[in-house]
């Protein structure tokens, strides 16, 4: 069975411990000095530049665990970050990680088991407070049955998430909101294909975003729509440029999707490589330049002290902050 617009959604006891992060985060001052809150939190979820990530795997075989970690590596080329997936010579497999683990045995653990295709965001990949050391932070759901169309591309999309970006639809300068078609065409008649999934009436009136992904595969409500679709409230870490259509962070929409179709800013072909502008929004995150690493460095200790030394944070997060904070101090 194949389905058209089957998209990234999080188990539902991830979501619920990032959604209880965001309540929790709301309780904080909105500012730590003169900078805004949301954009410290943003800023902490990137790794450090020049970092080497290490990455794992539960499930599959090394040939498939080979493909993700050449296509992956393409993100490292553009900047300062290494990937490690614990490659070993003699014999030929990559580090793995499991279900039984008490600690953490990499920065990102990749399983295929969940349904769907997902990633943490940056360093919630490892925070205590949203994943355990027994649980994946990234998920290629059906990869071990068969690759499907298009695989490289979304390898690349879940590793830019958890490199820190977000969905670049969701920009909250020049995003889709105003362009996507959220509400059924007047006078629609539920009217579905072999799969269950929504499509055109005898009429040609279209259903809209709300109505599709409410139906199979997603059966989405529509806070998880908005949440997956809707327009970031906030300027984060990594907006450094201008809306960018080609991004890999994008979802391929149909034309449907939008009020102009086709004619649409936020309408384009599917992605499956970086874009230029994705490689140069990854440089400026993670810099090579030893000026520009230091000024990152020195603003993430003032974010943490700050943080750290208010009493205000969940025991686990501020566990793993103090953490972080020890580590820069090496730096």
């Not at 959604?19 to 730590?32: C, G, I």
């Not at 990137?46 to 050449?70: S, V, Y």
């Not at 932070?137 to 879940?158: K, R, Y």
Request: glycine share 8%.
């Amino acid at each position: 069975m194949e389905y058209e617009y089957l998209f990234e959604v999080y188990p539902d006891e991830i979501q619920a411990r990032l959604e209880a992060q965001e309540r929790f985060a709301r309780n904080l001052p909105s500012n730590v000095g003169e900078t805004g809150l949301e954009f410290v939190i943003e800023t902490l979820k990137r790794w450090d530049p020049g970092q080497k990530l290490t990455i794992a795997f539960n499930g599959g075989n090394a040939a498939l665990h080979k493909k993700i970690a050449d296509t992956a590596t393409e993100w490292s080329r553009h900047c300062n970050l290494q990937f490690d997936f614990g490659f070993n010579q003699a014999t030929g497999e990559f580090r793995r990680w499991s279900t039984n683990d008490s600690e953490f045995k990499a920065d990102i653990r990749i399983g295929f088991d969940k349904p769907g295709f997902w990633s943490l965001v940056g360093t919630d990949s490892r925070n205590a407070a949203v994943v355990d050391a027994f649980e994946a932070s990234m998920n290629f759901g059906g990869f071990l049955t068969g690759l499907p169309t298009a695989w490289a591309g979304t390898v690349l999309h879940e590793f830019g998430h958890a490199l820190g970006f977000h969905h670049e639809h969701q920009h909250p300068v020049g995003g889709c909101d105003l362009d996507f078609r959220w509400e059924d065409s007047p006078g629609y008649i539920p009217s579905v294909d072999q799969f269950g999934q929504f499509i055109p009436d005898v009429n040609g009136n279209r259903p809209g975003i709300y109505t599709v992904l409410g139906g199979p595969p997603n059966r989405w409500p529509q806070w998880k729509v908005d949440h997956n679709l809707r327009q970031l409230r906030n300027s984060h870490a990594f907006m450094v440029s201008a809306f960018d259509p080609k991004s890999i962070m994008k979802y391929h929409f149909g034309d449907w999707m939008f009020r102009d179709g086709t004619s649409s800013h936020c309408f384009s072909q599917r992605n499956n490589v970086l874009s230029d502008k994705d490689k140069a929004g990854a440089a400026v995150a993670y810099p090579h330049d030893q000026n520009e690493m230091a000024t990152i460095v020195e603003e993430k200790k003032v974010f943490l002290k700050t943080l750290v030394s208010g009493n205000k944070l969940q025991p686990e997060v501020q566990k793993s902050y103090e953490i972080r904070l020890e580590s820069l101090e090496e730096i």
